[in-house]
C-alpha cells in the first residue's frame, strides 16, 4: 500500500472523505500519475434555434447610433439615473438599484418575464470597465424572483474582445447562479439579418451556450476541442540561449520558479517587472544573481512598461521574449462583487497585455506569451471577472497573432498549479477534483508545457490536469450549458424520487461536513444554526454534486434546512438511482473493506467528530504584545528570564494615588494600595494608519488602540502585509481570516460619565464587540468575528475558539488575538 492510498483510507476513516470521494480518489491514485489534457478554444457552426423568439428590451451603456432598436421594443439609455419618460427608459447602468428599478418599471409595464434584457456595450469603453453594467445588471437579476434573461451584446471595434470578456462572465455566472440565463453575442462586420433576433436567439438554444457569434460567415457558438500535445523537441526552440525575458508579475507565486527554469535549462537574463519595491522580491529569484534585473512598476501603466524595457536593453540587450504573468484574482459571489474589484481583474490582464505589446515593438521578439487561466473556461463559482479577463486577453492575443505582431503570440491557460500564489485551500482542491478532475499542475510540468505551446500551432490552449477522462466530461458540460443542465421540473420516468432517501443521504452529507453526530442534524434546522458557513455549504454543494449530479450554486442558501433540500432535490432533479450512478457515485460503494469496515469516527465520537479529528495540526505563525514594563515580547521574555518585578508604583500620568491611598486597613473613598501592572503610552496613537479619524480617535478606548496596535506587530511578525494577507485569504475562498478576541473589564465608560460631570460632554467610546469587529475591517476579514468575555479564561477561550474554527475550516486564517 502506498504512502498515497493510505493516506486517503485513512481520510475516509476519520470522515474527512466520503467513502465516494474516497474512491475516486483512490481510483486515481491506483491509475497511475494525473494526465496533461489540452484544449484549444474554437467556433462551432450552429444555425440559430427555429421558431421565433421573444422581443427584447433594449439597453445602451453607450451610444445608440449603432443599431436602431426594434419599433415596438421598451428601450433604455444611459444616464446619471433612472428615469421614465416618454421615449422609454434612462438609467446608470453602472448601478443595481438603478437596474432593479427598471426590472420593477418593466414588471409593472407587463413586459412578460421571458423577454430578454439585451444590453448592447459602449463601444470605446476602457477594457478594465466592460464588465462594470454587466455585474449591475447581474447583481439587480440575481436578487430577484422570477429572473429575465439578458445578453450582453457587443458589437463595433473591440468587439471580439469585449464579448470574449462577456462569455467568461455569463459563463461563470451560470455555475454560480443556475436561474440567471446569460449569453454574450458578438457581432461582428459582415453579420446579416436582425441583431435583435440574434440576441433573444442566443438565450433560447437549448444547449445553453454561452458565447455566440454573427459574422459573415454565419452564426456560430463558442466550444473547446480537445488538441494533441504538440511533438516538441525538448528544450524546444522557444527561447535562444543568451535571449532576454521580459516578465511580468514574475515576482509571485509562478514567475520564481519559472525564472529558474528560464535561466538554468535555457541560459536567458530576465528583467522582471512587478508592482513589489526591489526588496521584497525573495530570495528565489535573487539567487539567480546577475541573470535577473526587477523593476518595480505597474504593468498597466505604459511609462513603468517602457522604463522596463530601457533598462533589459542597457543591461541586457534587445528583449527577445515577453511572458505576461502579472494577474489579480479577487473572486467572490457575483452578487457581492464590486466594480473597482472587476476592474483590477481585466485590467492588470487586458492593459498590461497592451502596453507589453506597446512597449516592445521595435524589439525582435521571438515570442509573446499571454499567461491566462483554464478558468476563462473550466473556472469556479466565483470567478466570473477573472474568468472574463482570461477569455477577453485571448481573445486580444489572437488579433495580436493575426495582424502579423512580432514574435510567435500565445495564451496558455493552465489550470491550478502547484506552488502558484493564485492558489485555492486543500479542502477546497479535493472539492475541485472531485467535481471537475483538475488536480494541481506540478510545477515541474509548468515550463514544459509553456515551450510547447509556444512550438505549437495554436495561439490559445487550455491546458488541464488531472484525471484525463472527467476533466473532458467537465469541459463539455461547462461550453454548452447554461441552464440546459439544471431543468425547471425532472423529468423522471419513473415518477417523483422518494425525497426520505434524498433526506437521508443529505443527513449524513451535512453531519460529515459540519463535523456532527448524524443526530444533531435536524431535518428543519438552519444550515447555518448547526455550523454550516458559506465554506462548509460550499463542500456540501460540492459533495452533493458528487451524488446527485450539477447543481446551482446557491442550491443550500435558497434551500437553507435539508428537509427543505431534501424537497428541492426529489422534486425538480432527475436522480440516478445509486445503481445507474454506478459505485463511484454510491455512498455505500465498494470501497475496500478496511476503509469502511469500521463506524467512522464521526459516529464513535460526537467530541471528536465535531473537533474534526484532533490530530490536525495548528501553527501560531506570529505573535506580538505589551505589557507592564515591556514593549514587547522580548523586553517581556528578558524580563521574565532576569524576575524582574513590573509591578510598580501608580506612574503619575495616570492618577494622584495620593489623593486617594491611605495605608493600613481599608476606609470609605480610600485605598490601601498604590501598586500596579501598568502599560506606558497608552494615551498614544497614530490613527491613519488604521484608517480612523484622529477625532474618533481621541474618544476610542485605549484598549482598543492598543489592541490595534499589536494585531498589526503580530501580523508583521508573521510577514504579512494587510494586501498580501488579503489576497491570500481571497484565494482561501470568502477572505476566510476569524478574528477572536478575549477580553474582559473595561471601565473606559465610566470615565467618559465621569468626564460629563465635570462638565466635558465628550462619548467615551468602548464597546467589547468592536475590539473584534475593528480588527476584521481593518483586514477586510470576513471569517468569524467576536470577541469573548469568559472574565479570567477570555484569551484561553478565544484561543480555543480560534482553533475550532480551523479545524472546521470556517477560517483559513483566523489571527487570535488575547486582550485582557
Ligand atoms: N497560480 C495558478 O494556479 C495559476 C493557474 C493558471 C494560470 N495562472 C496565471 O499565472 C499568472 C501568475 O500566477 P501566480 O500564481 O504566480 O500569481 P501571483 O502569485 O498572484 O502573482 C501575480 C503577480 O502579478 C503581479 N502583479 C499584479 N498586478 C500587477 C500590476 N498591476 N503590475 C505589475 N505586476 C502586477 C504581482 O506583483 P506584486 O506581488 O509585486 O504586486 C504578482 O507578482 C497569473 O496571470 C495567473 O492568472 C496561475
Redesign the pocket.
Known amino acids: 500500500m502506498t504512502d498515497q492510498t493510505r493516506h486517503i483510507l485513512d481520510e475516509v476513516r476519520r470522515g474527512a472523505l466520503s467513502p465516494a470521494e474516497g474512491l475516486r480518489l483512490l481510483r486515481d491514485a491506483g491509475h497511475g500519475a494525473p494526465a496533461l489534457v489540452r484544449f484549444a478554444p474554437d467556433w462551432q457552426v450552429r444555425p440559430a434555434p427555429a421558431g421565433a423568439a421573444p422581443a427584447p428590451v433594449v439597453v445602451f451603456a453607450g451610444s445608440v447610433a449603432e443599431h436602431a432598436p426594434p419599433a415596438e421594443a421598451p428601450v433604455a439609455t444611459h444616464a446619471d439615473r433612472f428615469a421614465a419618460t416618454r421615449w422609454g427608459y434612462r438609467l446608470d447602468t453602472k448601478d443595481r438599484d438603478s437596474w432593479a428599478t427598471l426590472l420593477d418599471a418593466l414588471d409593472a409595464g407587463g413586459v412578460p418575464k421571458d423577454h430578454p434584457i439585451v444590453l448592447v456595450g459602449a463601444p470605446g469603453e476602457a477594457a478594465d470597465r466592460w464588465l462594470d453594467a454587466p455585474l449591475a445588471l447581474t447583481r439587480a437579476l440575481g436578487a430577484r424572483r422570477g429572473h429575465r434573461p439578458a445578453t450582453l451584446l457587443a458589437t463595433g471595434g473591440g468587439g471580439a474582445e469585449r464579448a470574449a470578456a462577456y462569455g467568461g462572465f455569463a459563463q461563470l455566472v451560470a455555475a454560480e447562479h443556475a436561474e440567471l440565463r446569460l449569453a454574450a453575442l458578438h457581432w461582428a462586420s459582415g453579420a446579416t439579418g436582425s441583431v435583435w433576433d440574434a440576441a433573444s436567439a442566443a438565450l433560447a438554444d437549448d444547449a445553453g451556450f454561452a458565447e455566440v457569434r454573427h459574422d459573415s460567415a454565419g452564426r456560430a457558438v463558442r466550444i473547446l476541442h480537445e488538441v494533441a500535445a504538440p511533438v516538441v523537441a525538448l528544450p524546444g526552440p522557444a527561447f535562444a540561449p543568451g535571449g532576454v525575458l521580459l516578465i511580468?508579475?514574475?515576482?509571485?507565486?509562478?514567475?520564481p520558479f519559472l525564472a529558474r527554469g528560464l535561466v538554468r535549462e535555457y541560459g536567458v537574463r530576465l528583467v522582471v517587472?512587478?508592482?513589489?519595491p526591489a526588496d521584497?522580491v525573495g530570495e528565489r529569484l535573487a539567487a539567480l544573481g546577475d541573470a535577473v534585473e526587477y523593476v518595480?512598476?505597474?504593468?498597466?501603466?505604459q511609462g513603468?512598461v517602457a522604463r522596463a524595457v530601457v533598462r533589459a536593453n542597457a543591461r541586457f540587450g534587445p528583449v527577445t521574449g515577453v511572458l505576461?504573468?502579472?494577474?489579480?484574482?479577487e473572486d467572490g459571489p457575483v452578487a457581492e462583487k464590486r466594480a473597482e474589484s472587476a476592474r483590477?481583474v481585466l485590467?492588470?490582464?487586458l492593459l498590461?497585455a497592451r502596453a507589453l505589446d506597446a512597449a516592445t515593438r521595435d524589439q525582435p521578439l521571438d515570442a509573446f506569451v499571454v499567461?491566462?487561466?483554464?478558468?476563462a473556461y473550466l473556472g469556479r463559482a466565483g470567478q466570473a471577472d477573472?474568468a472574463a479577463a482570461?477569455r477577453a486577453v485571448a481573445e486580444w492575443a489572437r488579433e495580436r497573432a493575426s495582424a502579423g505582431a512580432p514574435g510567435r503570440t500565445r495564451t496558455l491557460?493552465?489550470?491550478?498549479?502547484?506552488?502558484?500564489?493564485?492558489?485555492v485551500a486543500e479542502a477546497d482542491r479535493r472539492a475541485l477534483f472531485a467535481r471537475t478532475g483538475l488536480a494541481?499542475?506540478p510545477g515541474s510540468a509548468l515550463l514544459r508545457t509553456l515551450v510547447e505551446g509556444i512550438a505549437g500551432d495554436h495561439v490559445d490552449l487550455v491546458v488541464g490536469h488531472g484525471d484525463p477522462g472527467r476533466i473532458r466530461h467537465f469541459a463539455a458540460e461547462r461550453t454548452a450549458r447554461t441552464a440546459g443542465a439544471y431543468p425547471a421540473s425532472a423529468p423522471t420516468s419513473s415518477g417523483p424520487p422518494d425525497s426520505s432517501a434524498v433526506h437521508a443521504e443529505l443527513t449524513a452529507m451535512v453531519a460529515r461536513i459540519g463535523g456532527l453526530a448524524p443526530s444533531r442534524v435536524g431535518p428543519d434546522l438552519d444550515f447555518a444554526a448547526i455550523g454550516l458557513d458559506s465554506i462548509l455549504l460550499r463542500r456540501l454543494t460540492a459533495a452533493a454534486e458528487e451524488r446527485f449530479g450539477p447543481l446551482p450554486a446557491t442550491v443550500f442558501f435558497d434551500h437553507p434546512t435539508i428537509g427543505a433540500a431534501a424537497r428541492f432535490l426529489a422534486a425538480r432533479l432527475p436522480l440516478p438511482s445509486a445503481d445507474d450512478a454506478g459505485p463511484e457515485h454510491s455512498p455505500a460503494a465498494a470501497v475496500p473493506a478496511s476503509a469502511v469496515d469500521r463506524p467512522s469516527a464521526a459516529a464513535q465520537s460526537p467530541g471528536m467528530a465535531e473537533n474534526g479529528g484532533g490530530d490536525t495540526a495548528i501553527a501560531v505563525i506570529g505573535m506580538a504584545g505589551r505589557y507592564p514594563g515591556a514593549a514587547d515580547l522580548a523586553e517581556f521574555w528578558t524580563g521574565l528570564l532576569n524576575g524582574r518585578d513590573s509591578v510598580t508604583e501608580i506612574p503619575a500620568d495616570r492618577w494622584r494615588h495620593e489623593d486617594y491611598y491611605t495605608a493600613g486597613d481599608p476606609r470609605p473613598g480610600r485605598t490601601y494600595a498604590r501598586w500596579g501592572g501598568f502599560l506606558t503610552d497608552v494615551d498614544r496613537f497614530d490613527p491613519l494608519p488604521f484608517h480612523i479619524a484622529p477625532r474618533d480617535a481621541e474618544t476610542m478606548d485605549p484598549q482598543e488602540r492598543i489592541l490595534l496596535e499589536v494585531t498589526w506587530h503580530a501580523l508583521e511578525d508573521a510577514g504579512y502585509s494587510r494586501?498580501?494577507l488579503r489576497?491570500r485569504s481571497a484565494a482561501d475562498g470568502e477572505n476566510a481570516i476569524g478574528v477572536f478576541i478575549g477580553a474582559s473589564t473595561g471601565d473606559y465608560r465610566t470615565r467618559g460619565a465621569q468626564e460629563w460631570t465635570r462638565g466635558n460632554r465628550v462619548i467615551a467610546d468602548s464597546s467589547l464587540w468592536s475590539l473584534a469587529n475593528r480588527i476584521s475591517f481593518l483586514l477586510d476579514a470576513h471569517g468569524p468575528s467576536l470577541t469573548i468575555d469568559t472574565a479570567c479564561s477570555a484569551s484561553l477561550t478565544a484561543l480555543h475558539l480560534a482553533c475550532e474554527s480551523l479545524r472546521r475550516g470556517n477560517a483559513a486564517r483566523p489571527s487570535p488575538v488575547a486582550s485582557t
Open positions: 511580468s508579475g514574475g515576482a509571485g507565486g509562478i514567475g517587472l512587478g508592482r513589489r521584497q518595480a512598476g505597474d504593468v498597466t501603466e513603468d505576461h504573468l502579472a494577474g489579480v484574482n483590477r485590467g492588470v490582464k498590461g499567461f491566462s487561466s483554464a478558468a477573472y482570461n491557460g493552465w489550470s491550478l498549479v502547484d506552488g502558484g500564489g493564485m492558489t494541481p499542475l494586501a498580501e489576497r
